[in-house]
Each structure stands twice: as C-alpha cells, then as structure tokens.
C-alpha cells in the first residue's frame, strides 16, 4: 500500500538525519529525481530540520540576532513545504488524468499530498515520542506518559494510512476526483505583503 511505503521512506529521512543531528548538514537525496520517492524523502527532510528549528527558537536563552535568522529559515523551510506538497498532489494529478469520474463521484476535504504531509509529521512524532519513552535519564512517570502517547501516535499512524489508502483507491476508481488548490501564501509575496511593498 502507498502509505506503508511512504511511511518507510519517511523514516528512512529522519534516521539519516539523527546520524549527525544538525540542522545546518548537507542533504543527499537516495532517490531519483522521477520517483515520488524523491519528493517524499525531500518532503520528510524538510520537516525534520523544522522539527529541530521549533526546537532551537525555543531556547530562553537565545539571542535575538540568532532568533531573528532561524525565523527567517522557519519562514523560508514553510514555503518550501508548501511547494513540496504541491509537487506531490501534482504527481497524482498526473498518474490519475486519465482516470474516468464516475458521475457521483466526490471531492475530499484534503488532497492527498496535504494527508501525506501529516503523515509525514506523524512520523516525526512518532520517533521523538519512541525516544522520550526509552530516555534512561527520565523519570518512570515521564515514561510511562510518552509511552501512552506513543500508543495514541501509533493508533492515529494506522487510521491515517487506511485514510490515505482509501482515498487513493477511490481516486483512482473514479469514486473521488482531485481538484488541487494553489496555497496562494500572501506574505512572501512583494506586490501582496503591504509591508514588503512599501520598500520597494
């Protein structure tokens, strides 16, 4: 199933990113620039470096000139994102275009690309809730509170798979059709932000 394998390349990221634990590494990406496993592995990348920035801006004590910069990367690795989840609903558009819609079919609250993402985060949490509940240093209540969270993750991780799955499978049987709206994000744009316009 799609989410299996999704999932499995979302994990693939985020271990080779706690190899060396740093925001500021190189990325290589495994995959060819063809396979929706390239976009998903740069999809995952992306939010496990800004799972790690939220972490870092964080600091109490961290320096105003330092904050002001990662913002700027939050800001920045937001768009990029975006774009990567756009790349992906625009992959199924493509391998669905000539699927025939059935005259009853439905649209879906979210395209698939936008379950994806959440997928993606979910494993995210996932990884960093498995190691709250495995820390050697942390109280037995602590761990057993990760670990009860950690089973509510795994739960959430199985009903949003079949979610996935199911929708895809009704796409692709013409049940449900995609119809991908742009993001249309305002604040990075200079003719759309009235603060970036005044200094042009």
């Known amino acids: 199933m799609f989410s299996s394998s999704a999932f499995a390349v979302f994990e693939e990221s985020i271990k080779k990113y706690h190899v060396l634990d740093d925001v500021d590494q190189a990325f290589e990406n495994p995959y060819d620039k063809d396979k929706i496993e390239h976009l998903l592995y740069r999809k995952n990348w992306i939010d496990t470096v800004q799972w790690h920035y939220e972490d870092i801006i964080r600091d109490p004590e961290i320096e105003p000139n330092a904050a002001l910069t990662l913002k700027r990367k939050i800001d920045a690795s937001n768009q990029d994102r975006t774009d990567l989840v756009e790349f992906i609903d625009s992959y199924f558009l493509k391998k669905y275009q000539t699927v025939e819609i ?99």
Not at 133 to 141: E, K, V
């Open 102 to 200: 059935k005259n009853n079919a439905t649209i879906n609250t979210e395209s698939p690309a936008w379950a994806i993402d959440r997928l993606s985060i979910l494993a995210l949490k996932i990884y960093h809730m498995q190691e709250e509940a495995n820390r050697m240093d942390a109280t037995p209540s602590h761990i057993e509170k990760c670990s009860t969270k950690l089973q509510v993750l795994l739960e959430q991780k199985k009903d949003l798979s079949i979610a996935i799955d199911q929708l895809l499978a009704d796409i692709e049987t013409g049940k449900k059709y995609m119809k991908v709206y742009k993001q249309m994000k305002m604040y990075n744009d200079e003719e759309l932000n009235p603060i970036l316009r005044g200094q042009k």
